[in-house]
């Protein structure tokens, strides 16, 4: 079955017990990886326990398709359910799904598969999409104003309250991977201490560097024209397996924002009085940079790279060449925008 996304929370809390495989895929890999975790929690507390989880690679059922059952029917040394975790999947592995769902072993073991970001037309998603004992959950690059919401779970389990700017500065600044916002949020938590009030100065102290920095790095880099920076972080971002589409859609947002600042300063701001107005905040080690492409990008320019970063996306979604592909040109089609002078 194909979940509908306001049912996506409450069947990660409690899985129909009825569904023995859930497939996860989608642009955002740490929400992927979130979820899966999420659900693995509701099978065993301890997702290394050797005796009920049991962890492959997609591919190795293409070899050996008879795996899947026998992992998904074994019966734990130490008692309690069992979690396959299959990793990496994609279409070659259809096979060995179809055949465990149309005969499923007995028992009450859970597999929880992530992918990509499959396609509609995907033979691994239409096949979980359509069986009766599986599920497919979509996991798509969060909005600010829901990843702020998931943030502020995370400190609220700490004891933790957050400042709406504080808060929206977080969700600008970690929004495009899941698993990085839970881990820079869990580092906020430690760093707060005793405290339990988070302001402002405290998330733009603990985060700024190293969360805004990584995934906006190729984005800095394009608006100003640097070609081997953008070249080195893109390269850097894609090794690590994250998606080009998160990449975009931070470029948009920045892009969106230079586009604000363009029409202040035609009303006559200057443009350090319109970046200290944007709202969330920049990052203050950011700000003059900020302001240094405020001057350079002309309102025709920012137009014109917005139209290209949103037929980027469109054409990751609908046409068959690689996305990182996609992604590099347009960054670099707008670092010869940036680099004119």
């Known amino acids: 079955m194909k979940l509908q996304p306001k049912a996506i929370d409450g069947f990660l809390r409690s899985p129909d017990p009825k569904v023995r495989a859930v497939l996860l895929y989608g642009p955002d890999s740490g929400l992927v990886r979130d979820r899966a975790q999420t659900l693995g929690k509701t099978v065993v507390t301890d997702l290394s326990d050797p005796f009920r989880v049991a962890e492959f690679l997609g591919r190795s059922l293409a070899d050996d398709p008879a795996r899947l059952a026998d992992e998904a029917a074994a019966i734990s040394f130490t008692g309690g359910r069992r979690l396959i975790r299959v990793r990496d999947a994609e279409?070659?592995?259809?096979?060995?799904?179809?055949?465990?769902?149309?005969?499923?072993?007995?028992g009450d073991s859970l597999v929880v598969v992530e992918s990509g970001?499959?396609?509609?037309?995907?033979?691994?998603?239409?096949?979980?999409?359509?069986?009766?004992?599986?599920?497919?959950?979509?996991?798509?690059?969060?909005?600010?104003?829901?990843?702020?919401?998931?943030?502020?779970?995370?400190?609220?389990?700490?004891?933790?309250?957050?400042?709406?700017?504080?808060?929206?500065?977080?969700?600008?600044?970690?929004?495009?991977?899941?698993?990085?916002?839970?881990?820079?949020?869990?580092?906020?938590?430690?760093?707060?201490?005793?405290?339990?009030?988070?302001?402002?100065?405290?998330?733009?102290?603990?985060?700024?560097?190293?969360?805004?920095?990584?995934?906006?790095?190729?984005?800095?880099?394009?608006?100003?024209?640097?070609f081997a920076t953008l070249d080195r972080s893109l390269a850097r971002l894609f090794a690590e397996g994250t998606s080009p589409v998160p990449i975009l859609r931070g470029a948009q947002r920045h892009f969106q924002r230079l586009q604000l600042l363009c029409a202040q300063i035609a009303a006559g701001k200057s443009p350090e009085a319109a970046v200290e107005s944007l709202r969330p905040p920049v990052f203050f080690k950011l700000k003059t940079r900020l302001v240094r492409q405020a001057r350079h990008w002309s309102p025709g320019h920012v137009r014109q790279a917005l139209e290209r970063l949103v037929d980027a996306e469109a054409d990751c979604k609908r046409t068959n060449m690689p996305d990182e592909t996609l992604c590099a040109r347009v960054l670099f089609q707008l670092a010869s925008l940036g680099a004119r002078r």
């Open 91 to 106: 279409d070659n592995s259809t096979a060995a799904f179809t055949a465990f769902l149309e005969n499923l072993p007995p």
């Open 117 to 226: 970001d499959l396609s509609a037309r995907s033979k691994l998603r239409l096949l979980f999409e359509g069986a009766d004992g599986a599920a497919a959950i979509p996991c798509y690059v969060e909005e600010e104003a829901s990843l702020g919401r998931v943030i502020a779970d995370i400190l609220h389990g700490h004891g933790l309250t957050a400042d709406p700017d504080a808060l929206s500065f977080l969700a600008a600044n970690l929004v495009g991977d899941r698993m990085v916002a839970r881990g820079e949020a869990e580092k906020l938590a430690l760093y707060m201490g005793d405290a339990k009030r988070v302001r402002l100065e405290d998330a733009q102290a603990c985060i700024g560097d190293s969360a805004a920095l990584s995934m906006d790095e190729p984005v800095w880099a394009a608006a100003e024209g640097d």
